[in-house]
């Protein structure tokens, strides 16, 4: 089945600054790749996905990349706030059972 | 995006009760819908898929007899969590499934079992 490995599993930025997480997948099949956060307490939040026709998507301060050939995908969070501070989940879906798979996660504290 | 929610939020209680979670696709008809655990600092784990008016499909390693699913409308679908164990305690979280790819979570159910 579809394998998703999701890095760093913490990540610490200052106010402002930017992030990037980075995930990899091992079924070249799959084909939609979506990014949730998820705040304490809460169920996760769709925030951005990307299709595998697609090389790059944008939306505000939020982008997402995809190599196929390489098998990976990463988010890029630009001038971050404090209220970007979550666990953010990577996943992937399309390959055999076509079932989402999730990253195992990473917890973004941004500093004030 | 599709709103979906759930009751209750939170849940405690006894060992060996039964506890009923309750899923609703607020703004669409969803024939298929999920369940997924998540343990604390953990990533989400599917349980089982919901289909509506047909048997769910359970991934390996749950039990059916124990976590009892039911998809009887388009907008509901329920997760009986029977014979409850302190082994049980974990954030339960539930998806519908729109245009076939996109799924949309609800607020999830903490259960605790003493």
């Known amino acids: 089945g579809e394998n998703v490995e999701q890095h760093p599993s913490t990540l610490s930025v200052q106010e402002g600054d930017s992030a990037v997480i980075k995930c990899t997948y091992s079924?070249?099949?799959?084909?939609?790749f979506p990014w949730y956060k998820q705040e304490l307490g809460k169920g996760p939040q769709l925030i951005i996905d990307i299709r595998s026709n697609v090389g790059e998507k944008k939306d505000q301060r939020i982008a997402v990349t995809l190599n196929k050939t390489a098998k990976h995908f990463s988010l890029h969070i630009t001038e971050t706030q404090p209220e970007d501070s979550a666990v953010y989940f990577c996943?992937?879906?399309?390959?055999?059972?076509?079932?989402?798979?999730f990253g195992g996660g990473t917890r973004l504290m941004v500093k004030p | 995006g599709a709103v979906v929610s759930q009751h209750p939020s939170r849940v405690i209680c006894k060992s060996g009760t039964s506890v009923k979670i309750e899923c609703r696709s607020l703004?669409?008809?969803?024939?298929?819908m999920f369940w997924y655990r998540q343990f604390p600092k953990q990533s989400l784990m599917l349980m089982a898929t919901s289909n509506e008016g047909s048997k769910a499909t359970y991934e390996q390693g749950v039990e059916k007899d124990k976590f009892l699913i039911n998809h009887a409308s388009l907008t509901l679908s329920t997760l009986t969590v029977t014979s409850a164990h302190p082994e049980d305690s974990s954030f339960y979280i539930c998806?519908?499934?729109?245009?076939?790819?996109?799924?949309?979570f609800g607020p999830g159910t903490r259960l605790l079992v003493l």
């Open positions: 998806s519908n499934l729109a245009l076939g790819e996109t799924q949309y």
């Open positions: 079924d070249s099949a799959s084909n939609y």
């Open positions: 996943a992937a879906k399309g390959g055999a059972g076509n079932m989402l798979t």
């Open positions: 703004d669409f008809q969803a024939t298929t």
